[in-house]
């Protein structure tokens, strides 16, 4: 039986994208080679990150004055690769704390230089965002994150500001219509919209690179742009896979139907959700996420239970970040609406035996 995956990531991937990817495994392209087995170097794969690269572009609607890379690691290894490049010792940085990736980050950032906190929603567990915030003179950027997977909240408009903006986009990058242009720097790990584990894209605006600092060669975004993303070698099935996603991207309608897929999820979880007496959200309504929607019982004791009759019914990942608890139910791109059907059916019946 085929499972319904509310995993918030890995997590679903579109079946014709894992079609392909596993055809490529055998022979890529009728090359006689599988995927796994061709040289980054080859005019092959030369392609593939062509292609990956000026997808992201078309898709971001950004120009000449951005560089796409393609880099090995987390979205966590960006939380220091992007000070390490950005920011100078002498300099700082701002950030904005919504949630338990925030606070990684601006961590990772007290290495590289000074970083200061100019919002924080610690005070409420994070189920909110805080819009007003005022940003020192001087910072060499304000960070961000788009989307908080664990917490369940989602920047639905752009932080206010003048100052560059640097946006960790891991868990949202690609499912609606956004004003790329509007950021200097944006990361995000493949694998929850975008792909297989193992690959970061970085998007730069290049005016934003250029510190007096030694950065390590492996490190440096200018090195990564010289090569072409090219300068060791790349995990190549996971630019590969998001190639495939980016491409399924495009033919189904680009980021306004990823949009209109995802208001349609959220808004039939959502509004059952806040019918149901025997469950409560965990953010405010205002600023839910259309990725991670985060509630629980509202009888403690019965989370557990309702976990296990989710798992007898086939229906993955729905138990919450084990930081914070609760549930969590992840409708990224490729979730289709008869998931979140299967769930909120499931949940009206739960809702109906033990309110
Ligand atoms: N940032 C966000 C918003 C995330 O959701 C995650 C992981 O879920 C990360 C960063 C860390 O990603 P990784 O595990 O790829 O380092």
Same mark, same amino acid.
């Given at each position: 039986m085929k499972m319904h995956n509310f995993n918030s990531g890995p997590s679903i991937l579109p079946k014709e994208v894992m079609e392909q990817a596993a055809a490529a495994i055998y022979d890529f392209n009728g090359v006689g080679l599988s995927i796994l087995e061709?040289?980054?170097?080859?005019s092959w794969f030369g392609a593939v990150m062509d292609e990956a690269r000026a997808l992201v572009k078309e898709l971001m609607g950004i120009g000449d004055a951005y560089e796409v890379l393609f880099l090995h690691g987390g979205a966590s290894t960006q939380f220091m690769q992007v000070p390490m490049n950005l920011l100078d010792t002498d300099e700082t940085a701002a950030y904005i704390d919504n949630g338990i990736w925030g606070t990684k980050a601006v961590k990772e950032a007290r290495l590289f230089g000074n970083a200061v906190v100019v919002s924080s929603t610690k005070d409420k567990n994070h189920s909110y965002i805080a819009k007003a915030f005022t940003v020192p003179a001087g910072v060499k950027y304000l960070h961000y994150t788009t989307n908080n997977t664990v917490e369940g909240?989602?920047?639905?408009?752009?932080? %206010?500001?003048d100052v560059p903006l640097v946006a960790d986009m891991s868990s949202d990058i690609f499912s609606r219509p956004f004003d790329?242009?509007?950021? %200097?720097l944006i990361y995000a790990g493949a694998q929850k919209n975008m792909g297989a584990a193992g690959v970061n894209i970085v998007v730069v605006k290049k005016d934003m690179l250029g510190i007096k600092r030694a950065i390590p060669a492996i490190m440096n975004y200018r090195n990564h742009i010289e090569a072409g993303s090219l300068l060791n070698t790349p995990p190549v099935f996971a630019v590969y896979v998001a190639l495939l996603t980016l491409r399924w991207i495009k033919r189904e309608g680009g980021l306004a139907e990823m949009e209109k897929r995802a208001k349609e999820r959220a808004a039939l979880f959502y509004d059952t959700l806040d019918a149901l007496p025997a469950f409560k959200p965990l953010v405010v309504k205002e600023d839910r996420s259309m990725m991670n929607a985060t509630f629980t019982t509202v009888r403690p004791e019965l989370e557990d239970t309702f976990v296990a009759l989710c798992k007898q019914e086939g229906m993955v990942g729905v138990k919450g970040h084990r930081s914070v608890g609760g549930l969590r139910v992840s409708m990224y791109? %490729?979730?289709?609406?008869s998931s979140v059907q299967a769930i909120v059916d499931l949940m009206k019946d739960f809702s109906d035996k033990n309110a």
């Open positions: 061709i040289g980054h170097r080859t909240t989602q920047w639905h408009s752009f932080p %206010a500001t790329y242009s509007k950021l %200097a791109n %490729a979730l289709p609406l």
